[in-house]
C-alpha cells in the first residue's frame, strides 16, 4: 500500500520560504488543474501563526507565486501613480504582468495588495483569501492570478477591475451618476456572484458584501472581491455557524450581530442593504444626515412598505429616469430581503429570479450622465453586542489611479471613502 506523505505547510506555500523566481521556461503554478474538492477552512488548525502541519492543498487552483521583487518591479515600487486604493488589509497597486514573468502567464494588468504590516489584518485573512479565491472560480468573482508569501510579507495578485469599486462609482464626489440600467446590471451580477457561492458544493458565506467589495469590469459585470472573512456554510443538520461578530456596520444582518449566528440569510440582508444604496444612491450609513435617516436600512424599510413612499426613497440623481414598475419591483426585493426574520428572505436564487427580468423593462434605457457632490464621512466606533469594535481603516492619501473614461480625475478621487468594518473582538 502506498503511504501517504504527510503535506507540509510549505508544500503549498513555497514562496513564503524560498522566494525565488522559477527559471526561465519553466511554469511556476502552485498544481495543475484538476477536479478536485474544495478544502475549507477547516482543514487546517484555526491558530493565526504559521503552521508546519497545516494539511492544506491548492491542487487545481493554478495560483502563481511571485516573489516580492518582482511585484515591486510591476507596480514600479509601489509608486504613488499606481496607487489604486487602500481598505484594511492594506494598499492596492496597479501593475502589469505578461509571459516574461511566467511563461504562459497572459498580457494583463492587475491589481496588487499589499497587506500593511502595521494593520489590523494579516495572515489569516490574506490565507483565508487564498484559500476561497484560489478555489473558486466564477465570471462574477474577481479572479485571483497569484500570490507572495515571503518572510512576514503577504500579498495578493488579482485581475485588474477597470471601474473600481462601486462605492466608489456610486458616492465618488463629483462623480457621474450611475444610469438605472447599469445599477440593475450590477445588482444581477453581484447577486449571481452570491449565488454561486451559497449554492456551491461546500456553501460558503460571504459575510462582507457591501459596495466596496464589488468591483467594475469596464462593461460594469460585477465581480465579488475580499473574501478575507469568507466562512464555510455549516454542515449536517447545524443550521448556523457561530462566530465573532464581523462585517461591516451598516450592512451585517442583525441578528448576527445580536447572537453571533451565521448563515446565509445574513449575506441575503447585506445584499439588501447594497440594493438598497443603488436605489436611493445614500451609503449604508451616513453620520451626515438626520439622526433618523443615518441608517439606510431602518429609515427606508419603512418606505419601502408602501409603494406610494417610492418616489421618496429613490435616487434624485436619477432624475426620475428608471422604470417606475421597474423600481417598485426592486424596492419590495429590497424589503423581503432586509426582513428581520432570516426565514422570511428570499434565496440569492429568487433574488436573480426578480432581477433578471429587471434588465429589460421599459425605461432602462442609458438615462442623462449627472455630476453631483456627495459628503464625505468620518472615522467612528460602533458597538454591537456591548462590545467595541474600532474601525482599523487608514484614511487614504495616496492618488487612487481606477479612473474611468466617462469621469475625469477629480479632488474626490484622491479621498477613496472610508468604509466601517467591524474588527474581531
Ligand atoms: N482587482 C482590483 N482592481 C481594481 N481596483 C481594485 C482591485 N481590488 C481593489 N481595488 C481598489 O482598491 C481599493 C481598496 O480595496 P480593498 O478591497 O483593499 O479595500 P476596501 O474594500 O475598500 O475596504 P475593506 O478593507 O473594508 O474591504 C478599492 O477602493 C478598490 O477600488
Ligand atoms: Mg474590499
Given at each position: 500500500?502506498?503511504?501517504?506523505?504527510?503535506?507540509?505547510?510549505q508544500?503549498?506555500?513555497?514562496?513564503?520560504f524560498?522566494?525565488?523566481?522559477?527559471?526561465?521556461?519553466?511554469?511556476?503554478?502552485?498544481?495543475?488543474?484538476?477536479?478536485?474538492?474544495?478544502?475549507?477552512?477547516?482543514?487546517?488548525?484555526?491558530?493565526?501563526?504559521?503552521?508546519?502541519?497545516?494539511?492544506?492543498?491548492?491542487?487545481?487552483?493554478n495560483?502563481?507565486?511571485?516573489?516580492?521583487?518582482?511585484?515591486?518591479?510591476?507596480?514600479?515600487?509601489?509608486?504613488?501613480?499606481?496607487?489604486?486604493?487602500?481598505?484594511?488589509?492594506?494598499p492596492?497597486?496597479?501593475?502589469?504582468?505578461?509571459?516574461?514573468?511566467?511563461?504562459?502567464?497572459?498580457?494583463?494588468?492587475?491589481a496588487?495588495?499589499l497587506?500593511?504590516?502595521?494593520?489590523?489584518q494579516?495572515?489569516?485573512?490574506?490565507?483565508?483569501?487564498v484559500?476561497?479565491l484560489?478555489?473558486?472560480?466564477?465570471?462574477?468573482?474577481?479572479k485571483?492570478?497569484?500570490?507572495?508569501c515571503?518572510?512576514?510579507?503577504?500579498?495578493?495578485?488579482?485581475?485588474y477591475?477597470?471601474?473600481?469599486?462601486?462605492e466608489?462609482?456610486?458616492?465618488?464626489?463629483?462623480?457621474?451618476?450611475?444610469?438605472?440600467?447599469?445599477?440593475?446590471?450590477?445588482?444581477?451580477?453581484?447577486a449571481?456572484?452570491?449565488?454561486?457561492?451559497?449554492?456551491?458544493?461546500?456553501?460558503?458565506i460571504?459575510?462582507?458584501?457591501?459596495?466596496?467589495?464589488?468591483?467594475?469590469?469596464?462593461?460594469?459585470?460585477?465581480?465579488?472581491?475580499?473574501?478575507?472573512l469568507?466562512?464555510?456554510?455549516?454542515?449536517?443538520?447545524?443550521?448556523?455557524?457561530?462566530?465573532?461578530?464581523?462585517?461591516?456596520?451598516?450592512?451585517a444582518?442583525?441578528?448576527?450581530?445580536?447572537?453571533?449566528?451565521?448563515?446565509?440569510?445574513?449575506?441575503?440582508y447585506s445584499?439588501?442593504?447594497?440594493?438598497?444604496?443603488?436605489?436611493?444612491?445614500?451609503?449604508?450609513?451616513?453620520?451626515?444626515?438626520?439622526?433618523?435617516e443615518?441608517?439606510?436600512?431602518?429609515?427606508?424599510?419603512?418606505?419601502?412598505?408602501?409603494p406610494?413612499?417610492?418616489g421618496?426613497?429613490m435616487?434624485?440623481?436619477?432624475?426620475?429616469?428608471?422604470?417606475?414598475?421597474?423600481a417598485?419591483?426592486?424596492?419590495?426585493?429590497?424589503y423581503?430581503?432586509?426582513s428581520?426574520?432570516?426565514?422570511?428572505?428570499?434565496?440569492?436564487?429568487?433574488?436573480i429570479?426578480?432581477?433578471?427580468?429587471?434588465?429589460?423593462s421599459?425605461g432602462?434605457?442609458?438615462g442623462?450622465?449627472?455630476?453631483?457632490?456627495t459628503?464625505?464621512?468620518?472615522?467612528?466606533?460602533?458597538s454591537?453586542?456591548?462590545?467595541?469594535?474600532?474601525?482599523?481603516?487608514?484614511?487614504?492619501?495616496?492618488?487612487?489611479?481606477?479612473?474611468?473614461?466617462?469621469?475625469?480625475?477629480?479632488?474626490?478621487?484622491m479621498?477613496?471613502?472610508?468604509?466601517?468594518?467591524?474588527?474581531?473582538?
Amino acid at each position: 500500500m502506498a503511504v501517504k506523505r504527510k503535506m507540509k505547510w510549505q508544500d503549498y506555500f513555497p514562496g513564503c520560504f524560498k522566494p525565488e523566481a522559477p527559471a526561465r521556461g519553466k511554469k511556476k503554478p502552485v498544481a495543475k488543474q484538476t477536479s478536485f474538492p474544495r478544502i475549507s477552512m477547516s482543514d487546517f488548525s484555526s491558530s493565526t501563526v504559521l503552521s508546519e502541519d497545516l494539511s492544506i492543498s491548492l491542487a487545481g487552483s493554478n495560483l502563481h507565486v511571485f516573489t516580492l521583487q518582482e511585484l515591486k518591479v510591476i507596480t514600479q515600487n509601489f509608486s504613488s501613480s499606481n496607487f489604486l486604493g487602500e481598505g484594511g488589509f492594506g494598499p492596492v497597486h496597479k501593475g502589469f504582468v505578461d509571459d516574461k514573468l511566467r511563461p504562459g502567464l497572459k498580457a494583463q494588468p492587475v491589481a496588487v495588495k499589499l497587506l500593511d504590516l502595521d494593520g489590523g489584518q494579516g495572515h489569516r485573512e490574506w490565507l483565508t483569501e487564498v484559500i476561497f479565491l484560489g478555489q473558486l472560480r466564477h465570471a462574477h468573482l474577481v479572479k485571483l492570478i497569484g500570490y507572495c508569501c515571503e518572510e512576514e510579507h503577504r500579498l495578493l495578485v488579482y485581475e485588474y477591475m477597470p471601474r473600481g469599486s462601486l462605492e466608489n462609482q456610486l458616492f465618488r464626489r463629483f462623480s457621474v451618476s450611475l444610469p438605472w440600467p447599469t445599477r440593475m446590471k450590477i445588482a444581477l451580477g453581484a447577486a449571481k456572484g452570491l449565488a454561486f457561492l451559497h449554492e456551491a458544493e461546500k456553501p460558503v458565506i460571504y459575510r462582507d458584501f457591501k459596495a466596496s467589495n464589488i468591483l467594475l469590469d469596464s462593461d460594469y459585470t460585477a465581480k465579488l472581491s475580499d473574501f478575507g472573512l469568507a466562512k464555510d456554510g455549516p454542515e449536517g443538520d447545524d443550521t448556523h455557524v457561530s462566530t465573532r461578530v464581523m462585517g461591516t456596520q451598516g450592512y451585517a444582518a442583525p441578528e448576527y450581530v445580536m447572537t453571533g449566528h451565521l448563515t446565509a440569510a445574513s449575506d441575503v440582508y447585506s445584499f439588501g442593504v447594497v440594493l438598497l444604496e443603488l436605489l436611493t444612491g445614500r451609503k449604508s450609513v451616513d453620520k451626515t444626515r438626520p439622526s433618523r435617516e443615518q441608517n439606510l436600512a431602518e429609515w427606508a424599510r419603512a418606505l419601502l412598505k408602501n409603494p406610494r413612499k417610492l418616489g421618496r426613497v429613490m435616487d434624485p440623481r436619477l432624475e426620475g429616469q428608471y422604470s417606475e414598475a421597474g423600481a417598485q419591483k426592486a424596492a419590495a426585493l429590497a424589503y423581503q430581503c432586509l426582513s428581520h426574520r432570516p426565514k422570511l428572505r428570499p434565496m440569492m436564487s429568487e433574488v436573480i429570479e426578480v432581477l433578471e427580468p429587471l434588465q429589460d423593462s421599459d425605461g432602462n434605457q442609458i438615462g442623462t450622465f449627472v455630476f453631483v457632490s456627495t459628503d464625505s464621512d468620518s472615522q467612528r466606533e460602533i458597538s454591537s453586542n456591548g462590545e467595541k469594535h474600532k474601525e482599523t481603516k487608514k484614511e487614504n492619501h495616496r492618488k487612487p489611479a481606477a479612473k474611468s473614461p466617462k469621469s475625469p480625475l477629480t479632488f474626490a478621487e484622491m479621498n477613496s471613502p472610508l468604509h466601517h468594518r467591524m474588527r474581531r473582538a
